[in-house]
């Protein structure tokens, strides 16, 4: 099968890899352009460029697809299906046209659910249990084509959403192999979702990580492992953001009626009052401009006062 593939960041990796170790002719790679990363704001390719230009294959990185040259420079191409994983970008009519088998999505969700740019972080905020990876013929919407295969994947007790992202990246690679080989040979046909089960996991911005006390001590452990590593899970403490990088729920309530976001230090552990009487327990953390601490040294480097609170 003759392939264009779409895809950016490292999820996308393994699935390239996947196709190129099967034996598909990947005639052209589409990726976002070159952006700035790190504290030098260095220059560098992402990662599918990375793994295209060592394999020989041409990339092309529009800025837009919209624009006409890149309809024109893409319309030479005649391939089977167009493999789009973590693009970033939404695909135009004209380019859904273009290939025989159409563009072939793989979306990181058991599909209507959480349709959109973050669904992996989405499914651990919300306390999901089991997720999973789609293949989908992409249509006009957003996530709404018609599903080719699915596979559902357990979430772990200590998942963030880099470890879960990493798991379901080779869970896809093996899944979209298995939807090309199929729909060449006519053994699939897209089946429409049931769009009034669709739940939305938008794109995630930095506000998102700003705590908010009044939740539940499992609802903001859900955020922790769900921000994670960005935008991160951030409180104020003494006037400095704070990033809670790990936590759990404490077993037992906030003693007395403490108001939510109260601190409690006890025996080197770290504790918060949050929403209902719940509690959690910080495990890792980290003021501005320090490195990132275990609680209990975090806890021999300040003095608590009484009913000290995060903001």
């Known amino acids: 099968m003759q392939l264009i593939f779409c895809g950016t960041p490292q999820f996308a990796v393994p699935t390239l890899e996947k196709l190129l170790a099967e034996g598909f002719t990947i005639e052209l790679v589409i990726s976002q352009p070159d952006e700035p990363s790190g504290r030098g704001y260095e220059v560098k390719p992402p990662p599918v460029k990375q793994l295209a230009e060592k394999a020989g294959i041409r990339v092309f990185q529009p800025a837009k697809l919209k624009d006409p040259a890149t309809q024109e420079f893409l319309s030479r191409y005649r391939p089977d299906a167009i493999v789009v994983v973590a693009y970033g970008r939404i695909i135009p009519p004209w380019m859904i046209d273009l290939p025989r088998l159409g563009c072939i999505n793989l979306h990181a969700s058991l599909l209507p659910k959480y349709r959109g740019a973050a669904p992996i972080q989405w499914a651990l905020i919300r306390g999901e249990r089991v997720t999973g990876v789609t293949t989908m013929k992409i249509d006009p919407g957003m996530d709404t084509g018609g599903i080719l295969l699915m596979r559902e994947e357990e979430i772990r007790e200590d998942d963030t959403a880099e470890t879960l992202a990493e798991r379901l990246s080779v869970l896809g690679a093996d899944l979209m192999v298995e939807t090309l080989h199929a729909l ?33 001590a499992q609802e ?83 003095h608590l006062q009484p009913g000290e609170k995060l903001i």
């Not at 040979?185 to 908010?212: F, N, V, W, Y």
Request: hydrophobic letters at 40%; a positive charge; proline letters at 8%.
């Open 220 to 302: 903001i452990a859900w955020r922790v492992r769900g921000l994670y590593p960005w935008p991160g899970a951030y409180t104020t403490f003494r006037g400095k953001n704070l990033h809670v990088w790990a936590a759990a729920v404490s077993p037992t309530p906030a003693a007395g009626p403490l108001e939510p976001a109260t601190l409690a230090a006890e025996r080197g552990r770290l504790f918060v009052a949050c929403g209902q009487g719940t509690q959690l327990e910080i495990k890792e953390l980290q003021v501005e401009g320090r490195k990132r601490l275990a609680a209990r040294d975090f806890l021999n480097g300040v």
């Open 184 to 216: 060449e040979r006519g053994e699939i046909t897209p089946r429409p979702q049931d769009h009034s089960q669709a739940t939305l996991a938008p794109m995630l911005k930095k506000e998102h990580g700003r705590i908010d006390w009044s939740l539940t």
